[in-house]
């Protein structure tokens, strides 16, 4: 049985200074919306490759659904999208980011 994958881009407008802007998730929908990689891009489209994304943690937290994500629940900053796994793929093996830094319809 494959598995289930879901691929987001999460804008965060107005991020503290040191903290990605956008965060791309690979996130295993069979179990539990766990994160399997991600990939940090700061404001200057450097990017931090995240295979092990629960290994320093104290708590696992799946990651929420788009819709969640963008209800506000964890903040207004916050707009997600849903991506294809081949945009994942190139910037997870380019080890760099050209794409946008804001949300398109961020007000």
Do not use: Q
């Not at 598995?3 to 804008?11: A, G, P």
């Not at 965060?23 to 919306?33: G, K, N, P, V």
């Not at 209800?71 to 793929?89: C, M, Q």
């Amino acid at each position: 049985m494959e598995e289930m994958m879901e691929y987001i881009k999460l804008f965060w407008e107005g991020a503290p200074e040191g903290e990605p802007v956008v965060i791309l998730y690979e996130i295993d929908t069979d179990h539990d919306r766990l994160a399997l990689r991600s990939i940090d891009v700061f404001l200057n489209r450097r990017t931090k490759n995240i295979e092990g994304f629960y290994a320093d943690v104290l708590e696992i937290t799946p990651i929420p659904t788009v819709e969640e994500l963008n209800a506000g629940v964890w903040g207004e900053e916050f707009r997600a999208y849903l991506i294809d796994k081949a945009d994942f793929e190139k910037v997870w093996k380019a080890r760099c980011y050209d794409d946008e830094l804001s949300a398109p319809d961020y007000k």
